[in-house]
Every structure is written in C-alpha cells, then in structure tokens.
C-alpha cells in the first residue's frame, strides 16, 4: 500500500490486499482463452462458496452491486408478476425503488431500522395477498449493519410456493449461506465486498430452473441476466466488455479467500474485528445503535458523541488524517456515524482505529468516558 493511503473502514470499496492489487498489473483481452479461463474459474469458485453447482448458475454482469440487483428483479420478475419488498433500511427501499422504475408491481412492508423482519411477517403477508410472485429481501441491511433472518425467511417463502430474491452484498463471503438449505431463486452479491476484490461487478446466483423460464422478461438488453448466462454459455466470453482488471483481481482475492479458511476463517475475522470495534468504542463512552443480537460483524452504526461541538465532517476529515476513512450514518431520526468490519483488516487495525478515534475526539475537546463509565 501507499504509505499516503488510508484504510476504508467503510461498506466498500474496501482496503484489499497488495496481492490482489498487483493482480491488476496486466491487461487481458476479452477474446484471450487465458481470460475465458480466469472468468470460468470464478465463477466456479463463487457457486462453490454456496455448494450452489447443482441447484444454481453463477451470472456475472458488469457494474455495481446495483446494477446486478436491478438486473435480478427484471430477469426474473415477470411483467405480470408482484414483489412484495421486505425493508428496514435504505437498501431495502432501493429495491422497491428498482420495482417501481422497471414498472414491477410491489408492496412494502417496512419494520424500524432495528428491527429484523419475522418469518412470521412473511408468513402472514403472504396469506393476505395471493397475487405476491416473488419476495425481495435484504440480508445484511448496510444502511445500519442489521442481520435479517435470511433462512426463515426463505422457508416461509417457499413453503407458499413463492419466489424469493436476496440481495445478501454485504453479506456473501463472510456469513455462511448454504444453497442446499435455504431455497432462493436470486442471491446477489458483487466482487468488492466481503471477497475484498476491487468494485466493479456483480454477480447473481440464480436457480437453474427459475432462470430458464425467465426468456423474454427483461425489459433491457444489457440487464438481461437470461442473456448474459446464455451468450456465456455458449460462448465461454462475456456479452460486452467484461471489467477484464476487476476479473483478474477478484480471482485474486479468491485464491487468498481459500488459503485463509474460505467462508468460517472470513465470519472469525470480520467477528474478532467487529468485537475489537465494538469493546473499544464502548470504552470511549461510544454505544452502538443495534443489540448484539441483531448486530451482524460487517459494519457497526454508532451513536454520534451528544456534544455541540462534534460534527461528522469535522471529525471524518481528522481520522482520515491519522490513516481510516470512516463512513457517514444513514438514519434519519438520530445522529450516527458507521465503522466497518470488512476488508483486508484485522483486530490490530481496528485498535488502531479506535485509538484514533479517541486522539480526535480529545483534540476536538469532546468529553470521553473512562473504562468505568464517568467522564474521564
Ligand atoms: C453495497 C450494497 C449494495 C450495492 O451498492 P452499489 O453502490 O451499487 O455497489 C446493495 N445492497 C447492499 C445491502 C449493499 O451493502
């Protein structure tokens, strides 16, 4: 890393290691068997990392995160289908926001920002409305860090016959999802989260079936994942211009994936990285906005210090100096500001991070608390 270069304790783009990084150094053509290879192998990797091979297609597709969710709801969704969209956050209302400017028919169901929506909420919104096709559900809802319960929830679903797509972007890689278990015909996720490749595709897990049926729904021609799976298929080359760095990068980050444990050894260290985050903040009179319980280890929302002189932008720009980038809050009723857990960090940053913390928010002259809770 550049020694200038701060650490992005944020939802992503992440820090990622050097390894991955110097990956980048080559340019591949798109025709090239040598990239043909590299695509085919990710994609293999990432089915494996869901022992998804049986059940589901890997469709990678360029862009953001956004634009692989977006691609999901048009591929599958028919034009006379309804979703009814699962939300407790900002990522879920993007997902009624894709629905209504792909001119999908939706509902809502919203709970507070801390509070996980039920298998029995889906139960019972699921007997009161019949014409529902598919449900859309965050798993990991970035906007505060909560964990929605992704495997009740998908044996509600299927249990009334109905669809379900998963945005789980900031989840995949880190929090185990077994597709031999948890019944889904969408799971979404793009290569510069909790893999720690570089932003700029997504990709979609999509259930054999339920994707060949799709022929003919997408109301786009670069966002048809129907497409994109078929001319792969056939061709073993992306449609368009693949993000050819982003490939080489992501396959990578993968290989490092494997050699450190895969998905259990990536859950214990964004964990310890969570827990560090969270008993040091906690010593510095810093509360955290969800429980634990419903607290997932990828990104932690903390209460903004109750002081006239604490401001974000202030307090961001005076941690970025000492070397973390820290991320915004997304709520509207209190004043937040988010610290992440993901990426090519361990506990010994983030202790760093905290002590930079502490070093600021002294400099700004904003009162902590001791170890014992009064003010020091
Ligand atoms: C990051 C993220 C996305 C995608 O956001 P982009 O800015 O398009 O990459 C979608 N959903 C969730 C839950 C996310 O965390």
């Not at 944020?10 to 990956?23: E, M, V, Y």
């Not at 999802?177 to 897990?205: N, Q, T, Y």
């Not at 079936?209 to 792969?232: I, K, T, V």
């Not at 002590?355 to 001791?370: E, G, H, K, N």
Request: a neutral charge; charged letters at 20%; one cysteine or more.
């Amino acid at each position: 890393m550049l020694p200038t270069a701060p650490m992005l304790l944020t939802p992503g783009p992440l820090t990622t290691s050097a390894r991955t990084r110097q990956a980048m150094l080559v340019d591949w053509g798109s025709w090239d068997e040598r990239f043909n290879q590299l695509t085919a192998s990710v994609r293999a990797r990432l089915l494996a990392i869901i022992h998804g091979a049986d059940s589901h297609h890997c469709v990678p597709l360029q862009g953001s995160g956004t634009f692989a969710v977006e691609a999901a709801i048009g591929t599958l969704v028919p034009r006379d289908g309804k979703v009814l969209v699962l939300i407790n956050g900002a990522y879920g209302k993007r997902l009624a926001k894709i629905c209504e400017v792909l001119g999908r028919a939706f509902s809502t169901f919203a709970t507070a920002e801390d509070e996980p929506t039920t298998a029995a909420d889906v139960d019972r919104l699921l007997h009161a409305d019949p014409s529902i096709s598919h449900v859309a559900l965050i798993h990991c809802e970035t906007s505060t860090g909560i964990l929605n319960p992704l495997p009740a929830i998908a044996q509600v679903v299927k249990s009334h016959g109905k669809r379900l797509i998963v945005d789980a972007m900031s989840s995949f890689g880190a929090l185990p999802i077994d597709a031999r278990e948890v019944p889904f015909d969408a799971l979404i996720a793009a290569s510069g989260k909790c893999l720690e490749g570089v932003p700029g595709m997504g990709f979609v897990f999509l259930d054999k079936q339920a994707l060949a049926a799709a022929q003919g729904n997408c109301h786009s021609l670069a966002m048809d994942l129907f497409e994109q799976h078929r001319y792969m298929a056939e061709t073993g080359q992306w449609r368009f211009t693949p993000p050819t760095h982003v490939v080489a990068a992501l396959h990578e980050a993968l290989l490092q994936y494997h050699e450190e444990g895969g998905q259990p050894a990536r859950h214990q260290r964004y964990a310890h990285n969570c827990q560090t985050l969270l008993e040091g903040m906690a010593e510095l009179g810093l509360r955290s906005f969800l429980p634990a319980a419903i607290q997932a280890p990828i990104i932690v929302t903390f209460h903004a210090p109750q002081h006239s002189r604490y401001q974000f932008k202030e307090f961001y720009e005076r941690v970025k100096a000492k070397g973390f980038i820290l991320y915004p809050g997304k709520l509207t009723q209190v004043e937040t500001f988010r610290v992440g857990c993901i990426g090519h960090v361990d506990a010994t940053d983030m202790r760093a991070a905290v002590t930079s913390i502490a070093q600021v928010l002294r400099a700004m002259d904003i009162p902590l608390l001791s170890a014992s809770g009064v003010p020091a």
